[in-house]
């Protein structure tokens, strides 16, 4: 523990939290988290579940009807060939990512990351005692990753790689010949793939997201990551799921029955309702990217940001160039100035230098007004 940090994006969360509670003016753009309510149907299923007292432990894997609705999921929406006993259900996508990380790596493996990355992947390989080691890749060329860049990094100790596709924080969506290269280098190297793809419904501008364990010859060495939380907006109901061979799933599974037991009971059994909201979820998509357009364009349009448009997820990351100031005084300067919570981009890794991450997950007027302000305060 002592190797690995706090997550940062959970700590600036819970900062904007506690200075609105002291009545603090600011608006938080910290927390990657839906601000829609979670569909009505979800909601009134749980509330049944509870009523129907299915209030008790499940088995650890998750419930037989939602690791099925999940196989369906996976076989009708990403062309994945899942099976049930490949599924472990997890309260929220982020044990799940421990869970995979705990169980595969050891003192003296390597895990390569692809930078800037969501901060816990690094805490979880250090936690595990195993070596983290960035692939930087740049602003200037939309974050897009090449072969070689993996080859200068791969070494005999190499034992994963995580990629996370769409990217929080970057926006990033692979193309279908970024999924090629990597899975070439994956298969090459002998190496397991964790592919968090969390973000999967939120792709923009006929942008298409590709499942790497649609690949054949991955199948049996991609541990997929996913979860309702931003899909349905049940960031709080907690409800994720691991989905690989039953094989990988049978090691993942004892660090459940060890710690978490199960997820919980009613929420799993409203997450099956959740995977029908598919109108409410189209819905959400569009209304981020009209989102989008509103705080990438407006802040693009001040001279010293520089702010593409992401291709997916619901972050602006943005680099500024402002009397030189790092990416950790740029956050300081604009919530003291423009009384706005960011993230600062090296929160993410290598690759964040003078890079602020903004989510545009957060309503129409907050978004206008942080325009507004980043504008006066870098005119
Ligand atoms: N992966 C990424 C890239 C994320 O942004 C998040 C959201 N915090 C998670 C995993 C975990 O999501 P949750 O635990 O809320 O399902
Ligand atoms: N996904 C969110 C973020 O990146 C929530 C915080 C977290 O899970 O670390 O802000």
Redesign the pocket.
Known sequence: MKRAGGSP?VALNAKGIRMREEGIDILSFAA?EPDFDTPEPVKAAAIEAIRQNRTHYTSAAGTLPLRRRIVRKLREENGIDAVEDGIIVTP????A?IHAIMSFLEEGDECMVLTPA?P?YRSGILMAGADFVPVPLSFDSGFTVTRGMLEEKVSPRSKMLII?SPC?PTGHVLTEAEIRDIADFVLEHDLLLLS?E??EKLVYDGRQHYSFAAIPELRDRVIT?N?L??SAAM?GW???YSASSPELARVMLKMQQNTLNCTASFTQDAAVTAFDCTKETEAMRLSYLKRRDLICDGLDAIPAITCPRAEGAFYAFFRIDWKGMSSEELADYILEKARLLVVPGTAFGEGGEKCIRMSFATDTASLQTAVERLGQIFA
């Open positions: 994006t990657g929220g996508a982020k044990p990512l969501y816990s996370c929080n968090d969390i973000y990551l979860g939380s931003k960031t907690r409800l994720g």
